[in-house]
């Protein structure tokens, strides 16, 4: 057997939810007050309240460090809730603290999940929170008059009285009270510790909420409510949602007011008398339970891929009564089926979306560190925090970012007084940018550093034996690659790039494996840009469909601005130096996708013109077949990155005839075609 | 090579001109007929393609052509294959019989093989003597190539 009981077992999902989500407010309310540089009120209690329900959840779970680590929190944050000025000039040691907190907790966590899983040593994160905490104390303690905090003298607080153990019968509901006596389901377990979780659950739609027994960690406490039920008394402007949240739980079995007196002195039935109401209640709130509900992510993956499978076979559907005799009804109910795919297609994939400020935290917590340590001054930018992109796709990003973020104040910002020295802020600015170009999601890295210096990049790859031509051949850009290559950065501790390979590396290979490019941009003394791109995957888009010789290729339709027959527009094309340009509204060059796909040119060729950010192109094909809707799938981990950036293709996707069809990607059709000019210069 | 690893375990056998080779029945997950292959611009010749397989693009790679010989020969039969999280597709002339893995073991030098993908797990003897591939070799060896 694991760390937790049998008992406890099937509460550690819900305990780990749970403190995933106070842990997330946790470290929104430390973004914030870092941003403000100062602790609101607000801030202070919010923070005092997310720690106190860790320590009882924590401790309800046997977790005791987790439970003293936030009780020491607790007792710094209510030092700063008596009196919010003793915060003022304490912030970085504070924002520190919080640090170490959330980082031990939240590892903690995730740790849980494992069977093996053993609690961890908490020690130096209750000895960083009690000095402190002992700096107060001692700065304090001579002012007379004030009392010394510590966690036995604090206020009285809903949830747990400092009464002692019995539980105890209070008076009757006081004026716009309202009482409530719940019935857990029999047999449920732990009773108090699902009182607990539910007071937990309605805490937000209530003013003031407290609870009979008082003490829900007393030992006896559970067997008092398996007995009585639970009292709760509460003032709320939002009862209802309060009572629906009740019914929701799946261990309650009855929520009943209670009027004027306290439950206890109504006797309750003894176990089996509330047979068949019970189930018909059950029913109900099995009913309502249906409006909230968790799912599993795997659940959510298998929903989106079928979903994805039943669009893509309703596109080969459609094609089939294309050529069917007309007929009207058919074409209109296969219209509305249509339509409902898309609301399906967008419900399902809004499922899985999370807000980029979700992470965002982990971010400018790794930032501080860094700044901290290495005594700089660095400002942490997240532009985009309100996209919404695929939870999956987030945490995948997590590893490469770490690194470039960590490269950025590492190596990218210079010490405050070089900064001063070059007449730069001496606060240094990273941005991490996110941007949703609806199938795609583009994630910027800048810094406004010292910039990544190419003679020593090309000085090193030479050292290691990598370069493939002589130095003075490489192009600035190609120099610039060389950062990807792994073991570029592995000998010097600090200057102003190592490290770089190992975060570049990273990037690559995982942007690379969700079939996405990576490209840097450095200026000396400017600093350095990282631009990762990767498809967003199962979003379907409509694609102009058309042939290469035997291959059928698809590109997005977003993505295309004119098609022009090729024999129709010859008397525009002008040879320079070996490659065709298309004399348009501006000269576009030309890339002959038959020659790169070692295809032979055959009559209806046409010329697809495409643009994307980095340009406009003109592509050479072979008639264009239609017009779909395609849902993008990525190609098997065989097919490699340079295999894809060679021909462009970015994965396949199901035509409407039932084949693979290769989608095509302009942005990277387009740097093939830029690497084929540099090499007809040459 | 391994030696008497694991004899209970089932492999599939597969007949391929005068030769038989085989596999851990434990990696196959179906066994298909002549698919519909799309093939990519430039491949090699021991990949034949991709198909669409239960919503998942998997490479099809040719047995034939992995050890060298006449890769324009059909393979009718299309064997899939789970490893891990990785699906892939391998095309055989014929499919013989699952058999037992009876544990004995004949030397056999993977070297007279003509093709440098073949990586062998062990040889059963018989007649012609079973070649047991190590699929997992066979594949980084395959991917090792493809993206150099």
Redesign the interface.
């Known amino acids: 057997m694991g760390f937790f009981s049998a008992d406890l077992e099937s509460m550690v999902e819900l305990y780990q939810r749970e403190t995933a989500e106070l842990m997330e407010e946790f470290n929104t309310r430390q973004v914030k007050a870092t941003r403000e540089n100062r602790f609101s009120e607000q801030d202070i209690n919010a923070v005092f309240r997310v720690v106190h329900t860790i320590k009882s959840s924590a401790a309800m779970m046997g977790l005791s460090n987790i439970s003293d680590c936030s009780h020491r929190m607790e007792d710094l944050f209510l030092l700063f809730r008596d009196r919010p000025e003793r915060s003022l000039g304490r912030e970085d040691r504070v924002f520190e603290l919080m640090d170490l907190f959330a980082d031990y907790v939240e590892k903690e966590n995730e740790r849980m999940s494992s069977r093996d899983f053993q609690p961890q040593s908490a020690e130096a994160v209750l000895t960083a929170i009690q000095k402190e905490i002992d700096f107060f104390s001692g700065k304090e303690s001579a002012a007379p008059g004030r009392e010394a905090p510590s966690g036995r003298e604090r206020p009285e607080r809903p949830l747990k009285t400092e009464s002692g153990e019995a539980p105890v019968t209070e008076p009757g509901p006081g004026p716009d009270e309202t009482v409530w006596k719940v019935t857990l389901r029999a047999n449920c377990q732990m009773e108090n510790v699902r009182a607990f979780m539910l007071v937990r659950q309605i805490g937000e739609f209530c003013d003031k909420i407290t609870t009979e027994p008082s003490n829900l960690e007393a030992p006896n406490s559970a067997e008092y409510i398996s007995r009585n039920g639970l009292l709760l008394r509460l003032r709320s402007r939002r009862e209802e949602e309060a009572l629906q949240k009740l019914l929701s739980s799946p261990y309650v079995a009855r929520v009943e007011e209670i009027g004027s007196k306290s439950g206890t002195e109504k006797p309750e039935s003894e176990t089996g008398a509330d047979g068949l109401r019970g189930t018909e209640e059950e029913d109900d709130a099995a009913e309502r339970q249906n409006k909230f509900s968790m799912v599993s992510w795997d659940r959510v993956t298998r929903l989106q891929?079928?979903t994805?499978?039943l669009i893509t076979s309703n596109t080969i559907l459609g094609a089939s009564i294309k050529n069917l005799a007309r007929d009207e009804r058919l074409e209109n109910e296969f219209q509305t089926m249509e339509r409902q795919f898309r609301e399906l297609e967008k419900l399902v994939m809004s499922l899985s979306m999370t807000p980029v400020s979700s992470v965002a935290p982990r971010y400018y917590r790794l930032i501080r560190d860094i700044a901290a340590r290495e005594n700089k001054k660095i400002r942490l930018e997240i532009i985009g925090e309100d996209i919404e992109a695929d939870r999956n796709l987030l945490d995948t990003l997590a590893k490469p970012l770490i690194h470039l973020l960590r490269n950025a104040a590492d190596h990218g910002i210079e010490a405050p007084e070089i900064r001063a020295a070059a007449g730069k802020d001496v606060v240094g600015l990273i941005t991490l940018k996110f941007e949703n170009l609806t199938d795609h999601l583009r994630v910027t890295v800048a810094d406004d550093g010292a910039g990544m210096d190419k003679s020593l990049l090309l000085q090193k790859a030479s050292a290691r034996g990598i370069l493939t031509k002589d130095a003075s051949q490489y192009t600035e850009d190609e120099i610039l690659n060389l950062a990807f290559l792994p073991g570029m950065s592995t000998n010097e501790k600090v200057n102003q790039y190592s490290g770089r390979g190992v975060g570049m590396d990273v990037a690559r290979s995982v942007v690379g494996a969700l079939g996405g490019s990576v490209s840097v941009r450095s200026a000396p003394g400017r600093g350095s840009t990282i631009i990762m791109e990767m498809p967003v995957s199962m979003t379907s888009a409509e694609c102009i469909r058309f042939m290469v010789g035997?291959?059928?290729c698809l590109i997005p339709i977003r993505c295309v601005t004119r098609i022009y027959s090729f024999d129709e527009v010859k008397g525009y094309i002008q040879s320079i130096d070996g490659r065709m340009w298309l004399q348009a509204d501006a000269m576009l060059p030309i890339l002959d996708l038959f020659r790169?796909?070692?295809?032979k040119r055959t009559a209806q060729s046409r010329l697809i013109v495409i643009h994307d950010v980095k340009g406009s192109a003109a592509l050479l094909s072979g008639p264009v077949a239609g017009q779909q809707t395609a849902v993008g799938?990525?190609?098997?981990?065989?097919?490699?990155r340079?295999?894809r950036a060679r021909?462009g293709?970015i994965?396949?996707a199901?035509t409407e005839t039932?084949?693979?069809g290769?989608m095509l990607n302009a942005d990277w059709l387009i740097q093939a075609l830029g690497k084929e000019i540099a090499e007809d210069g040459k | 090579m391994e030696n008497n690893r694991d004899k209970s375990r089932l492999l599939l056998v597969t007949r391929q001109g005068q030769s038989r080779y085989a596999f851990s029945a434990e990696n196959v997950v179906e066994v298909i007929t002549s698919p519909a292959i799309t093939p990519l611009p430039g491949q090699p010749d021991y990949l034949r393609g991709l198909i669409s397989y239960k919503g998942r693009v998997v490479p099809v790679l040719s047995l034939r052509a992995l050890r060298g010989l006449d890769a324009d020969a059909d393979e009718p039969i299309c064997v899939m294959i789970r490893m891990d999280d990785l699906l892939l597709a391998l095309t055989v002339d014929s499919a013989e019989s699952l058999m037992e893995d009876n544990g004995r073991r004949v030397e056999y030098d993977e070297s007279l093989l003509n093709g440098k993908f073949i990586k062998l797990d062990c040889a059963i003897p018989g007649d012609p003597v079973i070649l047991v591939l190590n699929l997992k070799k066979v594949y980084q060896a395959v991917e090792s190539h493809f993206n150099s």
């Open positions: 891929n079928i994805g499978e035997a291959y059928t790169l796909y070692g295809e799938k990525p190609f098997p981990s065989l097919i490699g340079d295999y021909t293709m994965g396949c199901v039932g084949g693979l290769m």
